[in-house]
Structure formats: C-alpha cells, structure tokens
C-alpha cells in the first residue's frame, strides 16, 4: 500500500462557513466531520479526494 501525502493546516477564523466555502469550492476539499465544544470553539476537518 502507497502512502499518500496528507496536509494539516489550523485556521483561525471568525467566520468559518466563508472558510468552508474557500475550500470546498476552491480546492475541492469535502468536509468530513465538525465539532464545538460549549466554549465556542469549532474544528472543522475535510479530506481532498485522491485519485486511484
């Protein structure tokens, strides 16, 4: 099995579905999960789809 490369990057942002947008529409990234936690803090992780 091939190990492909991953990238992680951590974003600060006050307003998070402009950045969804950005990498969606942009990139192509599709979004895998979100979670916030009570304090508002949001994480949001997406995956690039690879070609096999």
Known sequence: MIALPQLRV?????DLE???RFYRDGP?????SRFENPDGYRILL???????
């Open 10 to 14: 951590a974003r600060p942002t006050d």
């Open 18 to 20: 402009a950045v969804i």
């Open 28 to 32: 192509g990234l599709e979004e895998l």
């Open 46 to 52: 997406q995956n690039a789809a690879w070609p096999t």
